[in-house]
């Protein structure tokens, strides 16, 4: 091949128009906004709905918790009272405006807004407009307890071990 046939070949190469270049990006728009699309179908088919914590929870046997213990747990936000034989499970939920409460051994005391419960959770003083729920204590078949926060019980309804 000659020279001329060379440059023959460049001249006859068409040279990129403005409008060559506006058809491309709006191809590649309109790609990407399809590829966009297909992905965010797929990802709102999966329902997001969060369940929460279970209600019901176990805590451990009976013996895990010596007479005279007034300990919270923290995660499951209830506090775990036993007195000889009686046990209870009493909310550590602030019912003001739900902060976690400390356990002392004269009763609740919340550390946001300084309402006070006594040992059976009833409002002693603040701004606390009832007392701490109770729930319902019960021995499971293996032998640990479970505790139902979805079902409250009467304040002084204690369970027997």
């Known amino acids: 091949m000659s020279e001329k046939d060379n ?12 409008r060559k270049v506006l ?15 297909v992905f965010s179908n797929f990802v709102f088919i999966k329902p997001r709905a969060t369940y929460g914590l279970p209600t019901r929870f176990s805590i451990g046997t009976p013996n895990d918790y010596p007479p005279g213990t007034r300990i919270a747990l923290g995660k499951e936000r209830v506090a775990i009272i036993r007195e000889g034989e009686k046990m ?17 051994d004269t009763g609740f005391a919340c550390p946001c807004h300084g309402s006070r419960f006594d040992q059976d959770g009833n409002v002693t003083g603040g701004p606390a407009p009832r007392p701490l729920p109770w729930y319902e204590l019960s021995l499971a078949p293996n032998g640990e ?7 409250e019980i009467t304040p002084g309804k204690w369970f027997t071990v």
């Open 7 to 18: 440059a023959h070949e460049v001249e006859s190469s068409e040279p990129i128009t403005r």
């Open 23 to 37: 058809a491309w990006l709006t191809s590649m728009g309109i790609l990407g906004s399809a590829i966009v699309s």
């Open 88 to 104: 209870a499970a009493i909310s550590i939920t602030c019912t003001h405006l739900g902060c976690i409460v400390g356990v002392a």
């Open 145 to 151: 307890l479970e505790v139902d926060k979805g079902k």
